[in-house]
């Protein structure tokens, strides 16, 4: 759920993937911290196009110098 609007994953991932794979831009995304409800922020990094290599070094980096990537979200009901 989105709001009131119920979306599935898909339709909510391709929203933010969509533009750079057709444009042939390079993304990835990776955690970097939690909302403060609790949910997981994501750090999405777009590169020239054939940057893969370049894209993949800054979210090394940031996942070297962070914890984020370690860490789970302590959301209500969530058993763990």
């Known amino acids: 759920m989105i709001g009131a609007k119920e979306e599935t ?8 993937c969509a533009p750079f794979n057709l444009a042939g831009f390079p993304a990835a995304s990776i955690p970097c911290g939690f909302a ?7 750090l999405q990094i777009v590169g020239k196009p054939f940057e893969e290599e370049t894209i993949l070094r800054v979210g090394q980096a940031f996942e070297t110098d962070t914890d984020y990537h370690l860490r789970r979200p302590s959301l209500p009901g969530l058993a763990g």
């Open 9 to 16: 994953v898909f339709a909510v991932s391709a929203r933010f």
């Open 36 to 42: 403060p409800d609790g949910l997981p922020i994501g």
